[in-house]
């Protein structure tokens, strides 16, 4: 928590505490790629570079990594050892 605190510049360790605990809260257990968030950045992307508009999204997202550690148990793993 300490470090949580140091670096968001809180100086209430209940603070730290609340913010850890958004976090991960909001945190995706297996953090899949999701096609209307990714469509947002997209647009966003596109004012910054237009030549972005070029590309698909769908073209671009691949879970299947993401999708073969959830299969192993790998990630059910990871959450266990906590």
Request: no cysteine; charged share 25%.
């Amino acid at each position: 928590m300490r470090t949580i605190a140091t670096n968001l510049r809180l100086s209430n360790p209940a603070d730290a505490e609340e913010a850890y605990h958004t976090v991960v809260g909001a945190v995706e257990r297996v953090p899949y790629s999701n096609l209307e968030n990714m469509k947002r950045l997209h647009r966003l992307l596109i004012q910054v570079n237009p030549k972005v508009a070029d590309v698909k999204v769908e073209s671009v997202i691949d879970n299947s990594f993401i999708s073969k550690l959830e299969n192993s148990g790998y990630v059910q793993s990871v959450y266990k050892k906590r």
